[in-house]
């Protein structure tokens, strides 16, 4: 497994087994449980969760439009957030947080329409999230205030864990980060971002991106 060997052979060997198959010009199968693997050397990923298929796609697509919870949650890395929320008309209530949903996320989405006045399950990826002083105006949907409870400094990026007091949804996948907290969820800054632990902070939302799932069927919302 390409698991047992150290990162940067790693990413050499996927580049080489990518190669060979071009190379070779013949339909290949490779079967993995790093996500990183499937979506680097994939043409199009069949993800499958105890024995059952969840969706066969592109990688983009896989990222860009999960077809349920766990699908979302497992491909991206740090995973999606899922909290539980409501729509009224076009406000969407997080916890105590209320954000304006523009006409364009429900010509996106015209299932949600149908989910007026009803709970929904809201994914949030963590890099639809941005410090709001540093977020440029095309990101800036909606704006929530908010602590930071954990930051981790990468140089390219800060991982900032903060807190959201809208209650946490398990997507059924055991590699998801499960040990955050009931009222948790996690964004990738720009380094840029001066947040320490103990801040209070303003932090930008996507909502354009945001995605929108069932909670009975937890499957995506269109």
């Known amino acids: 497994p390409l698991s047992n060997l150290d990162a940067k052979l790693r990413v050499q060997m996927r580049a080489e087994i990518a190669r060979l198959q071009r190379d070779l010009g013949v339909t290949t199968v490779y079967v993995t449980h790093d996500q ?112 930071c409870t954990l930051t981790e400094a990468l140089g390219s990026e800060i991982i900032v864990h903060f807190e959201l007091d809208a209650p946490r949804v398990d997507a059924g996948d055991p590699d998801a980060v499960d040990d955050l907290g009931e009222h948790a969820a996690v964004g990738r800054f720009d380094p840029r971002s001066g947040v320490t632990i103990g801040d209070a902070m303003e932090i930008a939302i996507n909502t354009g991106n945001l995605h929108f799932f069932d909670p009975q069927s937890r499957t995506a919302i269109w």
């Open 36 to 147: 990183v693997e499937a979506m680097t050397m994939g043409d199009r990923v069949c993800v499958l969760k105890d024995g059952y298929l969840q969706q066969i796609d592109t990688p983009q697509n896989l990222y860009d439009k999960p077809d349920n919870v766990f699908v979302a949650a497992f491909i991206g890395s740090p995973s999606m957030n899922l909290n539980e929320g409501t729509i009224a008309g076009t406000t969407l209530t997080l916890g105590s947080h209320t954000i304006e949903l523009s006409a364009d996320v429900f010509e996106k989405r015209p299932g949600l329409k149908e989910f007026d006045g009803r709970d929904v399950i809201v994914g949030i990826r963590p890099e639809d999230l941005e410090d709001a002083s540093l977020a440029p105006e095309e990101k800036r949907g909606a704006t929530i205030a908010t602590t």
